[in-house]
């Protein structure tokens, strides 16, 4: 996350080596689970903090897309509103699960000393349940496609074959996207419902 926020916004690179670094720095992440799991430490909070720095990653991309022009402006805030939708319905998750756990173990509120069992409990049950499904997790790629051909486009294959490629894989990324906020927002209603 550091080295794509330096990359886009710290370095004085033209805008074709900014993305050539970030679709590098993008595929690293494909190896962190990998590697988590090669390492026996797959299970922790590294699920939960891994797509929120992913999260991050793409907001920083937005944000040096929008401010180099190499997207229209539109289709930026369609994907920002998306990304936004699903960071919402994850925030609302998790807290009904702090909720859900603070009821099940029988506090009144979260103190200093209960704090620890609830919070585990809370971590146990949202690995569970709110792990990133396959679509979210194809949006993201396609997002990514999108960048590369964006960097083909300006640097290697100029035309309207990887032009088109990208607007697809872009258009791709959004119809993913909207599944995925459907289902997590399934999952936050029906987690709702077991607290009534």
Same mark, same amino acid.
């Given at each position: 996350?550091?080295?794509?926020?330096?990359?886009?916004?710290?370095t004085s690179w033209d805008?074709?080596?900014?993305?050539?670094?970030?679709?590098?720095?993008?595929?690293?992440?494909?190896?962190?689970?990998?590697?988590?799991?090669?390492?026996?430490?797959?299970?922790?909070?590294?699920?939960?903090?891994?797509?929120?720095?992913?999260?991050?990653?793409?907001?920083f991309l937005l944000l040096f897309l929008l401010?180099?022009?190499?997207?229209?402006?539109?289709?930026?805030?369609?994907?920002?509103?998306?990304?936004?939708?699903?960071?919402?319905?994850?925030?609302?998750? @998790?807290?009904?699960?702090?909720?859900?756990?603070?009821?099940?173990?029988?506090?009144?509120?979260?103190?200093?000393?209960?704090?620890?069992?609830?919070?585990?409990?809370?971590?146990?049950?949202?690995?569970?349940?709110?792990?990133?499904?396959?679509?979210?997790?194809?949006?993201?790629?396609?997002?990514?496609?999108?960048?590369?051909? @964006?960097?083909?486009?300006?640097?290697?294959?100029?035309?309207?074959?990887?032009?088109?490629?990208? @607007?697809?894989?872009?258009?791709?990324?959004?119809?993913?996207?909207?599944?995925?906020?459907?289902?997590?927002?399934?999952?936050?209603?029906?987690?709702?419902?077991?607290?009534?």
């Amino acid at each position: 996350m550091v080295l794509i926020f330096l990359t886009l916004f710290l370095t004085s690179w033209d805008n074709e080596a900014k993305l050539f670094w970030y679709f590098v720095l993008e595929i690293t992440d494909a190896f962190d689970g990998r590697l988590a799991k090669w390492a026996g430490n797959d299970k922790g909070i590294g699920k939960i903090i891994d797509p929120t720095v992913d999260k991050f990653d793409k907001f920083f991309l937005l944000l040096f897309l929008l401010d180099s022009k190499l997207l229209e402006r539109w289709i930026i805030q369609v994907i920002f509103s998306g990304e936004l939708v699903v960071l919402s319905i994850a925030v609302i998750g @998790i807290s009904l699960s702090i909720r859900r756990q603070r009821i099940k173990s029988g506090y009144a509120s979260i103190t200093k000393f209960n704090c620890r069992e609830i919070f585990g409990k809370a971590k146990a049950e949202i690995l569970k349940k709110w792990e990133i499904d396959i679509i979210g997790r194809a949006a993201m790629v396609l997002y990514t496609s999108t960048v590369a051909l @964006i960097f083909l486009n300006i640097r290697l294959w100029k035309g309207d074959i990887p032009e088109v490629l990208g @607007i697809a894989s872009c258009f791709a990324g959004v119809l993913a996207r909207i599944v995925s906020i459907i289902i997590y927002g399934a999952n936050v209603y029906k987690a709702q419902k077991e607290l009534i």
